[in-house]
C-alpha cells in the first residue's frame, strides 16, 4: 500500500472512531451496537472492530445489561477535572440560592459537541418548561456563547439556524458578540433562543482552570428588561464564581486525602 494510501486509510478510521466515542459521549443511555450502526452509517464489522478498539482503550466499556456506554478513562477524567462525580448535584445549592435571590429560573449546563446540555434546573415560582436533557443550539444561548467564548466549545460552522426573533445568524455578529462575553465574562440573550424568552449565563470552571459548565438564569421578556437582565448578570457571575470556588476547594481536599 502507498504510503499516502495508508495515511488516508488511518485517518478515516481515526474519523470513524471518534464519530462512535462522540455517540457514546452524547447518548444519555446505553447504546447498542445496532443503534451505532444506525447513527453513524457504519458497516456492522466496522463499528464491532472500533468498539473492541475502543474498548482495548478504556475509552468503551460493556453493560452488564447489554451495549455500551463511556468508558473507565472518561470517567476517571470527567470526575477528575470536576473533582466529583456529579456536577448537578453539587450546583444544585448555588441554583437554588440563584432562584431564591432572583425569583427566576437557574439552570446549570455542560457543552457537548451536539450543543449546550442542560444538566438541572430549578424552576421560578412561574415556571416557563424544562429544559433539562435537550441539546440546545450553542449560537442561540447564554449558556453556548460562554462556551464558545472561553473556549470549551467550537464557534459553528456553515449557515446559524434562525430560532428566534433575534437569533445570531451571521458568523461574523457571532463572533463579535464572543469577543464581547470575554470582556463582559458572561453572556445574554434576548428572544434568541425562542419568542419572549431571554437568558444571561457566567462560566463555572474545573480545577485546572478551564471552562466545565455554565450557570445561568432565563425569564419571560414580558417580566424583563435590559437593565434588569445586566443586574441578574451580576448575581449569575456570583454563583458560577462560588461553585467554581467551591469545585477547587473540593478538588484540594479531595488530593489531601489521597
Known sequence: ?????????????????????????????????????????????????????????????RHPGGGFRPGPVLVDYARRDTAIGDLATLALPFLERLEELTGETTNIAIPTPAGVARLAQIDSPHPGGNWVGRRIPSHASSM?????????????????????PNTITSLP?????????????????????????????????????????????????????????AELSEYVVEAANALTLYIGNHKQEGNEAA
Open 1 to 61: 500500500m502507498a504510503p499516502m494510501a495508508s495515511l488516508e486509510q488511518g485517518a478515516q478510521s481515526i474519523d470513524r472512531a471518534a464519530r462512535i466515542l462522540v455517540r457514546l459521549v452524547e447518548s444519555d443511555h446505553v447504546i447498542t451496537l445496532n443503534g451505532l450502526m444506525e447513527e453513524t452509517q457504519l458497516p456492522k464489522s466496522t463499528a464491532a472492530r472500533l468498539l473492541r478498539a475502543l474498548e482495548r482503550n478504556g475509552l468503551a466499556q
Open 144 to 164: 453556548g456563547k460562554v462556551f464558545m467564548a472561553f473556549g470549551a466549545a467550537q464557534p459553528p460552522f456553515g449557515r446559524l439556524q434562525r430560532l428566534g
Open 173 to 229: 455578529d457571532l463572533l463579535a458578540e464572543l469577543e464581547q462575553v470575554r470582556r463582559d465574562g458572561y453572556a445574554t440573550t434576548w428572544e434568541e433562543l425562542d419568542d419572549g424568552l431571554c437568558s444571561t449565563a457566567a462560566p463555572v470552571r474545573g480545577g485546572r482552570g478551564t471552562v466545565i459548565a455554565a450557570i445561568s438564569v432565563s425569564a419571560p421578556t414580558v417580566r424583563m428588561t435590559r437593565k434588569r437582565l
